[in-house]
Structure formats: C-alpha cells, structure tokens
C-alpha cells in the first residue's frame, strides 16, 4: 500500500513539473510590444555625430540607399579558417566569410534546430566585398544582383542559408527558419508578397541579421526592414519584451551633424543608423 502511495504522489509531482515546464517555455516565447514613450525618470541626453547613421544592424542598403564603408563589419572572418564557428553546418563554397558575431549567432540558431531534428544547414553565401559584388553584377545582370554596396552581402550581416535536402521553400530548414530565425535576431529579408516593398523578388534563401528586439517586433507584425524602420519613424518610441528580456527602441531625426538621443543611467544600450535620415537606440531595460 505505502509503495502505491508513494507512486501516486511522485507521478503528481512529475506532471505538476512536467507543467511548470511547459509554462516557462511558453513564457519564453511570449512577445508583447507597445507604443509609447521613453522613461523619463534617470534618463540623459548625449549628442551621436551624423557617421553613426551609416553604422550598425538596422542599416538599410538597396538601389535606393549605398552603404558606405563605415557600415562594413569590423569583424569580417573567413569561416573555413574558422572551424569553432563552423559547427554543425556546412559551406558550399571555402572562401565564404561573414561577421565573426553574426556566425557565432547563427550557429546558436543552428543548434537550437537541431534540437527539433533539423540539422542539414549550409551557408552559400556570406560577406562580399566590392569587388566581387561588381564581378557578380556584372555577370548576372541588374535582374539577380545588385552594384557594390547597393546589396545587403557588402555589410557582412547577410547572408544566403541553403540545405542539403532540397531547395530551401520546401526544406525543412526553410521552413524551420521562417517560424523561429527571429527567435535568434534574423528575419527572412526578401518575404513572399512583398516584393512591391523590397524591390527584391521573394528569396527563401536569404536572412539578415538585425538583433533580437527588432526582429521579434518584425515578425510578430509582419514587417520588412523598411516597414519597420518607417514605423519607428511614426511611433518615435517602442517598448518590447522578448525571450524575458524588457527593450525600448525608440528613432531619433539627424539634424545637421549629429542626434540628440536619450539613455537611461545604468542601462546598456545600443545605437544604429538607418543610413539615410536618423538613428535608432536600443535600450536594454
């Protein structure tokens, strides 16, 4: 009787963890977003110089806007020279490089699919500099490529993601991407449907590294880098909590040489331009 007792009371404990767990992940994934303004209360003002607007994750480059060569990655790395950053995938091509945060960043991501059983990853594409870029458009045509630092390749924050299955739209990694990149701060760049927005046809292939906080915003609304940056334009200031971290974003207008932005005292933040009109600051609350 008493080893009956005891069985009962540990399969009641076990599902009443068993449920605690599934909470705490379903907590994990919750996003709530708001529009507002920005915390008044130890907050400053500083002044960022007009150069900080062609720098940083949220940098729109296309035929409209160039990138110009203070937005190019400092940390560019050849990942076949670096095999602790090339675990669990593959590299189509040995000469491909990509910024040294942004691979240790997907290879998170990696990770985290193959812990759903998705794990036939490869990179064809990463970095490009100038000259390769030109080469590129010179042999593929204004229809399939973009001129030198009018594509996203050129900032080292792209990058073109393929399986070894099948073609990416009917892969399971395609598919595993498009529901939890963001989870890891990458979007899907060139969506399906939104191509009058883009002016770039739909590439299942093709993801962007912009941080946690923008892409879970992205996503959640259903946003391209352009929608997002213009939305932040509108709404001044944003609130979002994602993965159990508070961010507040908010954009601030370049006005001759410099921004005035505020920060809160204590709090890490992060600034980006947009790279033709202003910046965006990241705090974390």
């Excluded at 997907?106 to 490869?122: I, W």
């Excluded at 594409?125 to 000259?131: I, Q």
């Amino acid at each position: 009787m008493r080893k009956w007792v005891f069985a009962f009371i540990l399969v009641i404990l076990l599902s009443y963890g068993i449920s605690q767990l599934n909470v705490k992940s379903a907590g994990e994934d919750k996003v709530d977003i708001e529009n507002g303004s920005l915390p008044q209360q130890d907050s400053q003002m500083i002044t960022v110089s007009k150069e900080q607007m062609y720098k940083g994750d949220l940098l729109l480059v296309n035929n409209d806007y160039a990138l110009h060569p203070e937005g190019i990655r400092s940390d560019i790395v050849s990942l076949s020279d670096r095999q602790d950053l090339v675990q669990g995938y593959g590299l189509l091509d040995p000469s491909i490089q990509l910024s040294e945060s942004v691979a240790k960043d997907f290879g998170e991501m990696v990770e985290g699919a193959k812990k759903d059983g998705v794990e036939h990853f490869l990179i064809s594409s990463g970095y490009r500099d100038a000259d390769k870029q030109d080469q590129l458009y010179r042999d593929m045509g204004h229809d399939y490529a973009l001129p030198a630092y009018h594509s996203e390749h050129n900032l080292g924050l792209s990058l073109d993601i393929g399986s070894t299955t099948a073609k990416m739209d009917e892969a399971e990694e395609g598919k595993w991407l498009k529901k939890h990149a963001w989870e890891y701060g990458f979007i899907l760049r060139y969506p399906k449907g939104k191509e009058d927005i883009t002016g770039i046809q739909y590439e299942p292939w093709h993801f962007r590294y912009v941080g946690k906080a923008h892409s879970a915003i992205m996503y959640k609304q259903d946003l391209t880098l352009e929608q997002y940056l213009d939305k932040l334009k509108q709404t001044k200031a944003m609130s979002i909590t994602a993965g159990g971290q508070k961010y507040t974003v908010a954009y601030y207008p370049m006005v001759g040489n410099g921004a005035t932005i505020q920060v809160q005292q204590g709090k890490p933040y992060e600034v980006s331009g947009n790279n033709y009109d202003g910046v965006i600051v990241t705090t974390y609350a």
